[in-house]
């Protein structure tokens, strides 16, 4: 028995040191490996091999596997994190005050960087945070109107084109909307991921906080009449699937999946989408005889669309942040961001990328004839800042509660939003009690109650740089 | 010769003493002790011990009541669950063809991966073109919403604890219960049950059977007090079972939803502790979640160990 168990301990002790000495080393000799954690999205190899094959110290690595703020902050803190992480406007406080982010203020400024004034300004809240920088952004993006022609040249309708409004847009999607004789939806005129709800909130001229963010504002008639009209459009006017009808549509999973196969399947004649579709929608086999044009997104109140965006940041537990650095700097280039332009990864966030012939008119894909219109709404973007008061997630899975319950048409709009603004300005309270240099803040700008720009709002932490 | 003894088995228990030690008894006592403790991952919030603040915050945290309500609606399960593995067994304790294949299908879906599981009863409850609702109504029937409803049976309500009559119907967490109930039936349970039938002796059986008992007062007078310790343990563990689970549930089929309907107390700790990082709070919630399940475990011992006397 002996010999067995001390047989069966050199045979596992053998076979791991083989499996350690073939594990394929991604980084080349000389070239320091840094690990990317972003999406699984199939631009993103495209991207890596753009800079894998122009740096010559670093080579970078994609981790899909461990995105997710929870999993990195984690990681981060245990010293196990990765190099560089992508992350998103609601998140980046959290990754501040996690002491996860690493400040690049002063690594840009040395570099003559005024990325404030390169990019479009709606993407600051995606990389500033209390007045520094934490990141670049990776891409930028403003939601406009997929028109499935096919679908429209049935219906003898003309293509619309913008600047246009919702009270415009809806015989449209009404004459769009087709259902079989038992009243079963053949087709609608209108799809949207129900994440971008808050478009409809600042086109009617509301906030989901307000500017200095100490204060939910989901209650305000504004923010009540935009989340009622996208409940109207579901269940008054009936061009929008209901929770029910979106399940029965179900596709497939993955990257790309829900909204995007849906309306690339022939299910709606217009698709309330980001450029970034295209990523999936530009798939011929799988979307055979698909044929595309944009438009832009109709507006209310206000001709504002909500922006949104990807930004990359460096770890700062990272033994390798200088190293790290070079991706970022990579970032604000050429490369990378006509690279972005003609993947269809959103838009570029260096709005100088996106003009001329070669961003207009993309030879690889001549059908796509209106990327002025891109541009054109990037530049009406309004941001969605979170507040920095109260834990994004907290906030989400409290407004979600809410939403959830208006989707499904089991509670009025206004009594959901009121329940939403208030359970969350309780929770901020409570978050004030709990700590003390954010009650410090929050009780200054309360005394001064000063009008901060765009992206200007105080993290969570102290902001400070390594 | 005992201290020889020890001297020779402590290398053979070590690793597994070391790694108990280091990855289980060790983090148990580390979150008992952070429970105190208002430990955020947060660098903005400065560590400190809080004695019972955090134990005095989740006795008035509406959220903490409204998921604890949905963590005990899924012990509704439970008795259809033994019930059926019971069942299940009896049927499996015949002598007929096949019965190796019936046992090894049965218990199939204990051994096949809970997630693909769950994404085929996803596919399963759509409520336009899953068989279940296509069959429900094939029969004239009015089909639930399943995962996508509120509804639930007992008409528990969405945003307080107490009867709503809006929600009485069928719903998300009906959908999650059946498919437990359905995961459970053909389980360890069963072969638990089978393992016991076995034990049930035979003279005791053809005893009854001479005086003329039928088969149903052979198995109400006979065999099920002979089962009595098999069904207490069963129940005791799904009791635990029941109150610690729901995570994955909600994790891949609903995302606690809708409306935090299909959130647990599991599923809560997780997004305390790693979505909104408040890590001395969840330990507080899993160290009162594991004090009801203390609880509840020493009554069922009190009681129903009474019960399996014979």
Known sequence: MRFFFLVSLGTLMALSLLAWKLEPRFAPTGKTPLVWVSDDNPQRKLQIATFNAQSKSSALRLDPNNSGMQKIIVQSLAGVGPDLFDTNAANLPVMVAADVAWDITDELKKRGIALEREVWPSTLPLIRCNGRFYGVPANACTNALFINKKLFDKAGLPYPSGPWTWEQF???????????????????????????????VIQWGGQVYSDDGTRCTLDSPEAIAGVQFLHDLIYKYKVMPSPVEEAAMATQGGWGAGSITQFGGNRAAMGFGGRWWLCTLRKKEQFPGLSLTVAEAPHHKERVFLAYGRTTAINKQSPRREQALEYLLHMTGPAFNQGINAQADALAAFPKYCEGERYLHNPEFPEED????????????????????????????????????????????????????????????????????????????????????????????????? | M?????????????????????????PVLFSLCIAFSNWNLMRSVPFAWTGLENFVTLWHDKDFWLYFANTLYFLIGMPFAIAGSLALALLLSQKIKGLVVYRTLLYLPSFTSGVALMILWKALYNPDFGPINYAI???????????????????????????????????????IIIMGVWTAIGGSNML???????????????????????????????????????????????????????????????????????????????????????????????????????????????????????
């Open chain 2, 192 to 310: 638990l049950y089978l393992a016991a039938l076995t034990n049930v002796p035979q003279d005791l059986t053809e005893a009854a059977e001479l005086d003329g008992a039928n088969r149903w007062q052979v198995f109400r007078n006979v065999t099920w007090p002979q089962l009595a310790p098999t069904t207490f343990f069963i129940t005791v563990m799904s009791f635990i079972g029941g109150l610690q689970g729901g995570f994955e549930q909600a994790r891949v089929m609903t995302g606690g939803g809708p409306a935090g309907t299909t959130t647990t107390l599991s599923y809560y700790i997780y997004t305390k502790a790693f979505e909104e990082f408040q890590i001395g709070y969840a330990s507080a919630i899993s160290w009162v979640l594991f004090s009801i399940i203390f609880v509840i475990t020493v009554i069922n011992w009190k009681f129903g160990n009474k019960e399996v006397a014979y």
């Open chain 2, 137 to 175: 109504e094939a029969l004239g029937l009015h089909a639930p919403q399943w995962l996508l409803s509120t509804q639930n049976i007992v008409g528990l309500g969405v945003e307080k604890v107490g009867f709503d009559a809006k929600q009485l119907g069928l719903g998300a967490r009906d959908a």
């Open chain 1, 170 to 200: 809806l015989p449209l999607a009404q004459k769009l909307t087709i259902r079989d004789a038992r009243g079963k939806p053949q087709q609608f005129g209108f799809l949207m991921d129900w994440w971008t709800w808050p478009q409809f």
């Open chain 2, 2 to 26: 005992k201290r020889r003894q020890l001297a020779i088995a402590l290398p053979f228990i070590l690793p597994n003493l070391l790694g108990f030690m280091l990855f289980t008894a060790g």
């Open chain 1, 370 to 466: 209106k990327n002025d219109v891109w541009r054109d709404v990037m530049a009406a973007g309004k941001p969605n800042p979170p507040s920095p008061f109260i834990s994004s997630q907290l906030a989400d899975r409290i407004m979600g509660r809410q939403l959830d319950l208006v989707k499904n048409d089991q509670k009025p709009v206004a009594d959901a939003l009121k329940a939403a603004a208030s359970e969350i300005n309780a929770e901020i309270q409570k978050t004030l009690q709990r700590d003390p240099e954010l009650k410090k803040r929050y009780d200054t700008l309360k005394n001064l109650s000063p009008a901060p720009l765009p992206g200007a709002r105080p993290s969570l932490g102290k902001g400070s740089s390594s």
